[in-house]
């Protein structure tokens, strides 16, 4: 799976200035990367860091910034705000 935000960005976006989280914050973003394109029905190779749509990279980083401030939280991880930011991303559900 090719990495659509890397942790500099997402250090950036989220005003971290300090390095020893680093791997762990790679980890989340592998994670949150993964919630989102599963949440989007997306191949894993839709899109690549230079294609991705903002939006998707802004679902991305509020997924991850979510995933590190409550590590020990088992609450839903696709918040309201991620889910507006990718219903036009989304596959229409057919029941």
Same mark, same amino acid.
């Given at each position: 799976? %090719?990495?659509l935000?890397?942790? &500099? !960005?997402?250090?950036? $976006?989220?005003?971290?200035?300090? %390095?020893?989280d680093?791997? @762990?914050?790679?980890? /989340?973003?592998? =994670?949150?990367q993964?919630?989102?394109?599963?949440?989007?029905?997306?191949? =894993?190779?839709?899109?690549?860091?230079?294609?991705? &749509?903002?939006?998707?990279?802004?679902? /991305? /980083?509020?997924?991850?910034?979510?995933?590190?401030?409550?590590?020990?939280?088992?609450? !839903?991880?696709?918040? &309201? @705000?991620?889910?507006?930011?990718? $219903?036009?991303?989304?596959?229409?559900?057919? @029941?």
């Amino acid at each position: 799976m %090719s990495e659509l935000v890397g942790v &500099p !960005e997402l250090k950036q $976006r989220l005003g971290f200035d300090f %390095s020893h989280d680093d791997a @762990a914050l790679g980890l /989340i973003l592998t =994670e949150a990367q993964d919630h989102v394109l599963k949440y989007v029905e997306a191949g =894993e190779d839709l899109w690549s860091d230079t294609t991705v &749509p903002p939006r998707i990279k802004s679902a /991305i /980083i509020l997924v991850a910034a979510r995933l590190y401030a409550n590590r020990d939280d088992d609450g !839903e991880i696709l918040t &309201p @705000a991620v889910k507006g930011l990718l $219903r036009r991303d989304r596959k229409p559900v057919v @029941a």
